[in-house]
């Protein structure tokens, strides 16, 4: 399997699973939208308190799956 091809399937394998994940509720997209907060307190405090004021700046979160990290 060539790079392209490794790269379409893990594509495909995501976009799979966001198909099923953002209607599920678990992830309650609704609520998300209506402004629910979605990061946690480890993710608050730990990694956002090591990263610092990220006012004015923009933040890339790689595994964030279908934005709800971000």
């Known amino acids: 399997m060539e790079d392209d091809a490794h790269i379409a399937a893990?594509?495909?394998l995501w976009e799979g699973w966001t198909d099923l994940h953002v209607p599920s509720a678990f992830y309650d997209v609704e609520g998300f939208t209506r402004g629910r907060e979605t990061l946690d307190a480890v993710e608050l405090d730990g990694v956002l308190g090591a990263v610092g004021d990220i006012r004015d700046k923009s933040l890339l979160h790689l595994q964030?799956?279908?934005g709800l990290d971000t």
């Open 10 to 12: 893990n594509r495909d």
């Open 64 to 66: 964030c799956h279908f």
